[in-house]
């Protein structure tokens, strides 16, 4: 198999990286979905979001690589659960998002062709520019101000 030949490390300035082709190429990692089965499914991106390598399970890659993959997951996986949506508006090229989580007040932004991932259990996903994750568990159990502001976005 392909992944027990696949070698990561960190490089100097603590980044991921990989030998592809006959080059160095930094890396990080994006879960595709279904996001009910981490581990599995892995986009292994360079820094101009280029797919270099798609990771079918961790199960396949060599001990210290599943270590070092699992580590960096365990950073990038921090999901923010929206309980209320207080405005979205649309600016050139942007939508903004103003949310309350039990975090807090967030304020996160999308391209504007980014749309809400809509599962079918009425989960909403949404990844911010920067790379962030956001959820709401089921948007029909929203408050009525948060189900209008979301209506345009999810059917």
């Known amino acids: 198999m392909l992944e027990k030949k696949i070698k990561i490390w960190r490089n100097s300035h603590g980044l991921l990286s990989m030998n592809y082709g006959d080059r160095e190429v930094e890396i990080h990692l994006k879960q595709c979905f279904p996001w009910s089965r981490p581990g599995e499914f892995l986009s292994l991106r360079d820094i101009d979001d280029n797919e270099v390598c798609l990771l079918h399970s961790l199960d396949d890659l060599d001990e ?79 408050d009525l101000e948060s189900q209008k502001e979301l209506s345009a976005y999810v059917s």
Do not use: M
């Not at 039990?102 to 911010?128: A, S, Y």
């Open 64 to 142: 210290s690589t599943r270590k070092l993959i699992e580590e960096e997951l365990s950073f990038s996986q921090f999901i923010l659960n929206i309980h209320k949506v207080v405005k979205i508006e649309e600016d050139v090229e942007l939508r903004r998002y103003l949310v309350q989580t039990k975090q807090g007040v967030r304020v996160f932004q999308t391209k504007l062709e980014d749309w809400p991932e809509v599962l079918e259990n009425g989960t909403i996903l949404i990844e911010d520019l920067a790379g962030d994750l956001f959820r709401i568990d089921d948007w029909r159990e929203l």
